[in-house]
């Protein structure tokens, strides 16, 4: 049985287009400081880091933990590399609790990022693989099929992914953290902006970001002594599946139903729309809303859309489920903290700490990451209570 | 804490270059050799699967998602991964399995180099601003270490040729998979011309293509499986400062401090497996875990003897497991490394049952 760890401590910078103002390892260490600060620790209180990040080639840093050391205290101390595609920030969190949950450490600091900025995440995700097929098309070339495919299937309508867009900035105007601030968006600027990867519009994908966000994670006795209310991590659950095989589900990806199975029954969660109050789902093109509310139990297969068109992931509609309140990863997207900035917001919803954001009396959520050809997953369930 | 048996390791030969193989072929065949070893057949056989890989080997971002293809992960796997040597992904399961998410495990590395200028690519782990921009290689910095421990007197060019000597032999007596052995004289590699003074080629780790596997579990399941296993009795791993200049390179803190912590000193170590990449650093790691003159250091060679980069540090716990589980020793201490100069280092001491 894996013992009760708990987040106490969050930290996240501002997300924006280019950080030209710190180095990589100035921007790992604002996110950790601001983690320390808010779990009222120094950097002697924390015994291992853990760090993750997406490919090295997005900054051409290869194994950066190596010259990211000295910035995040980590002299003397153990320190791991998580590198799970476009999972890694979920993966990593829950490397770093399992860290605490084994009883091996009692309190660890985690911390993920991306300086897109030092680099171009097209031309990494783009270059040839030895001996495999090339696809230059980077991440949107490679999902709009899924979701055409979705939308045959569904019979969904084609403004769908419009209001996901929509809705998702009008939740990142809440959050002052979050890279797009589009206060007065319409669903109409959406439809009309660019056609990128049929049916993905320029305002239906995620932005590049630089940004990093780091948490700390400790065991239940020192959580007691933490100033903040602790958010309790109630469920982790990681799955995979290969890229390609005859008959693979790609629209409903087995290893996203399998992981979400294996966390709700972690966290006793039999009824997810019921018994969540909120979560924050890695939905970087805005139809993987829809199709996350199937994946994830939320609606039944199909019906997901119908959800999203009723206002119920909606925080400014009342909505009685909202999905990524913080803005999502439609309105910031540094890639390696992505995951991350899911599992740490879901948290941050449980203490009573989101701000203007915040989800009235949420006491149960769900932090969600995916992965590479929608095949990697990492989800945790956190809440108030120790259950 | 659960103790943790490793059951089985499977390695391929180290080889210069592994041709038009891919990764997949790399991996395959030793992820087949790890689970039958103990009966098993596929990944869906262990509770969780855990890797060590490095993209810039290949070239390309997510190297790794193809290392999922040779597991054949249908139904869906537990399955993680670490931008690290194996070894780190070996500390990743052992977590996972203390936690009670898992009993058993599959943990495998690769690395196929052969395609890159290896010492020119780990060149871009150095700092980005300051260091990387020079492309001061990992054999140039290496060479600057032991510069500083021949100008101190603490070792001599003799030193480094016996390190040689002993690995190309230990490696034609006991490893069917190394790439360089034989019978060679301190004469005959000190009469050969400096490479990137002070050091000569063979001071240096050569280049190798490969991979390899290893299935750890609780113990319980080991006696299920009724197969022999040794026990990992501690592990544990360090890093220090990227600044060069402010560490000493002539010691390795970061390993004294691993090995004090995962208790080296607290028995008889009969043999240890090294990650030494040059010559002077296993001189430089004997000291750091406080080995006697009665333990005998890389039986296998060492990585002088093949170095599979993101998989050499698995295949020095494998190397001793083995040799466990075989009889050969009841104790013995397995050593990995990452970065320039042994920045980062893991130790694992290893019993029997």
């Known amino acids: 049985m894996a013992n009760l760890v708990a987040v106490v401590g969050i930290g996240q910078t501002k997300y924006q287009t280019r950080r030209t103002d710190v180095s990589i390892a100035g921007l790992v260490r604002e996110a950790a400081v601001r983690a320390l600060q808010d779990a009222d620790l120094s950097w002697d209180d924390i015994e291992a880091v853990i760090i993750g990040k997406a490919p090295d080639m997005f900054?051409?840093?290869?194994?950066?933990?190596?010259?990211?050391?000295?910035?995040?205290?980590?002299?003397?101390?153990?320190?791991l590399r998580v590198h799970t595609a476009g999972s890694v920030g979920g993966s990593t969190a829950l490397v770093a609790?399992?860290?605490?949950?084994?009883?091996?450490?009692n309190r660890v600091l985690t911390v993920t990022f991306e300086k897109q900025s030092e680099s171009n995440a097209m031309w990494a995700l783009s270059n040839p693989q030895p001996?495999?097929?090339?696809?230059?098309?980077?991440?949107?070339?490679?999902?709009?099929?899924?979701?055409?495919?979705?939308?045959?299937?569904?019979?969904?309508?084609?403004?769908?992914?419009?209001?996901?867009?929509?809705?998702?900035?009008?939740?990142?105007?809440?959050?002052?953290?979050?890279?797009?601030?589009?206060?007065?968006?319409?669903?109409?600027?959406?439809?009309?902006?660019?056609?990128?990867?049929?049916?993905?519009?320029?305002?239906?994908?995620?932005?590049?970001?630089?940004?990093?966000?780091?948490?700390?994670?400790?065991?239940?006795?020192?959580?007691?002594?933490?100033?903040?209310?602790?958010?309790?991590?109630?469920?982790?659950?990681?799955?995979?599946?290969?890229?390609?095989?005859?008959?693979?589900?790609?629209?409903?990806?087995?290893?996203?139903?399998?992981?979400?199975?294996?966390?709700?029954?972690?966290?006793?969660?039999?009824?997810?729309?019921?018994?969540?109050?909120?979560?924050?789902?890695?939905?970087?093109?805005?139809?993987?809303?829809?199709?996350?509310?199937?994946n994830l139990g939320f609606a039944e297969e199909g019906k997901g859309w119908e959800l999203t068109m009723a206002g119920a992931t909606s925080l400014d509609e009342g909505g009685d489920i909202p999905w990524n309140c913080s803005g999502g990863v439609l309105?910031?997207?540094?890639?390696?903290?992505?995951?991350?900035?899911?599992?740490?917001?879901?948290?941050?919803?449980?203490?009573?700490?989101?701000?203007?954001?915040?989800?009235?009396?949420?006491?149960?959520?769900?932090?969600?990451?995916?992965?590479?050809?929608?095949?990697?997953f990492a989800m945790w369930i956190v809440s108030s209570e120790k259950g | 804490m659960r103790d943790i048996a490793i059951v089985s390791y499977a390695q391929s030969d180290c080889v210069r270059d592994a041709g038009a193989r891919n990764e997949v072929e790399l991996i395959m065949p030793v992820i087949k050799n790890a689970l039958g070893a103990v009966g098993l057949n596929n990944a869906q056989d262990v509770d969780f699967t855990c890797s060590g890989s490095c993209d810039y080997q290949q070239g390309a971002a997510f190297a790794f998602v193809l290392g999922v293809d040779a597991l054949g992960a249908v139904p869906p796997i537990k399955e993680s991964h670490v931008e690290m040597d194996a070894a780190w992904a070996l500390?990743?399961?052992?977590?996972?399995?203390?936690?009670?998410?898992?009993?058993?495990?599959?943990?495998?590395?690769?690395?196929?180099?052969?395609?890159?200028?290896?010492?020119a690519v780990l060149s871009q782990q150095l700092d980005p601003y300051y260091l990387?921009?020079?492309?001061?290689?990992?054999?140039?910095?290496a060479a600057m270490q032991a510069r500083l421990m021949l100008d101190q007197g603490l070792i001599s060019e003799q030193d480094m040729a016996e390190v040689v000597v002993r690995s190309r032999r230990n490696a034609m007596a006991n490893n069917p998979h190394a790439q360089l052995k034989g019978e060679v004289s301190t004469e005959s590699l000190l009469a050969q011309d400096r490479w990137v003074s002070p050091l000569r080629k063979?001071?240096?780790?050569?280049?190798?293509?490969?991979?390899?596997?290893?299935?750890?579990?609780?113990?319980?399941?080991?006696?299920?499986?009724?197969?022999?296993?040794?026990?990992?009795?501690?592990?544990?791993?360090?890093?220090?400062?990227?600044?060069?200049?402010?560490?000493?390179?002539t010691r390795s803190r970061s390993t004294e401090q691993a090995?004090?912590?995962?208790?080296?000193?607290?028995?008889?170590?009969?043999?240890?497996?090294?990650?030494?990449?040059?010559?002077?650093?296993?001189?430089?790691?004997?000291?750091?875990?406080?080995?006697?003159?009665?333990?005998?250091?890389?039986?296998?060679?060492?990585?002088?003897?093949?170095?599979?980069?993101?998989?050499?540090?698995?295949?020095?716990?494998?190397?001793?497991?083995?040799?466990?589980?075989?009889?050969?020793?009841?104790?013995?201490?397995?050593?990995?490394?990452?970065?320039?100069?042994?920045?980062?280092?893991?130790?694992?001491?290893?019993?029997?049952?």
Request: with cysteine; glycine share 10%.
């Open chain 1, 131 to 294: 001996f495999s097929p090339h696809l230059n098309a980077g991440a949107g070339g490679y999902f709009a099929p899924i979701i055409r495919e979705y939308m045959r299937r569904s019979g969904a309508p084609y403004d769908v992914g419009i209001k996901v867009a929509t809705k998702d900035r009008l939740h990142g105007a809440r959050n002052p953290l979050a890279h797009l601030q589009l206060p007065n968006i319409t669903m109409k600027e959406v439809e009309e902006s660019p056609m990128l990867w049929d049916p993905i519009r320029f305002l239906e994908s995620c932005p590049s970001s630089d940004g990093a966000c780091a948490m700390v994670i400790c065991n239940e006795t020192l959580a007691a002594q933490s100033p903040k209310r602790p958010a309790w991590i109630r469920g982790v659950a990681m799955r995979s599946e290969p890229t390609m095989y005859a008959g693979r589900e790609e629209v409903n990806p087995q290893a996203g139903r399998d992981c979400v199975a294996d966390v709700y029954q972690q966290a006793g969660i039999t009824n997810p729309r019921q018994q969540l109050d909120c979560a924050e789902v890695y939905v970087p093109f805005s139809w993987y809303e829809p199709m996350w509310l199937e």
């Open chain 2, 202 to 249: 063979h001071d240096c780790a050569p280049v190798s293509d490969g991979a390899t596997a290893m299935v750890i579990c609780d113990l319980e399941k080991a006696h299920a499986w009724g197969v022999p296993y040794a026990i990992i009795r501690g592990i544990d791993h360090r890093m220090e400062t990227h600044n060069l200049g402010a560490r000493d390179l």
């Open chain 2, 91 to 119: 500390y990743e399961a052992i977590l996972k399995i203390r936690m009670g998410h898992a009993d058993s495990a599959l943990v495998y590395g690769f690395g196929k180099s052969s395609p890159g200028e290896l010492p």
């Open chain 2, 259 to 353: 090995a004090a912590a995962c208790g080296v000193a607290n028995g008889e170590v009969e043999i240890a497996e090294l990650y030494a990449p040059f010559s002077h650093q296993e001189i430089i790691l004997t000291k750091a875990l406080g080995l006697s003159e009665t333990t005998t250091v890389n039986p296998s060679g060492g990585v002088l003897a093949g170095n599979l980069m993101m998989a050499s540090g698995l295949s020095r716990i494998g190397e001793v497991a083995q040799r466990i589980i075989a009889g050969e020793c009841k104790r013995g201490v397995a050593h990995a490394t990452s970065g320039p100069c042994l920045q980062h280092n893991l130790v694992t001491v290893l019993e029997a049952a």
């Open chain 1, 331 to 376: 309105s910031s997207n540094a890639i390696g903290a992505s995951g991350m900035i899911r599992f740490a917001e879901a948290a941050r919803q449980v203490r009573g700490d989101a701000d203007q954001h915040q989800v009235e009396g949420a006491t149960t959520a769900l932090g969600h990451a995916y992965g590479g050809g929608a095949q990697f």
């Open chain 1, 97 to 105: 609790a399992s860290h605490v949950q084994s009883g091996t450490f």
């Open chain 2, 132 to 141: 990387g921009p020079l492309w001061v290689d990992s054999v140039s910095l």
């Open chain 1, 59 to 79: 900054e051409g840093v290869i194994m950066p933990e190596i010259y990211l050391t000295d910035a995040l205290g980590c002299n003397g101390k153990p320190m």
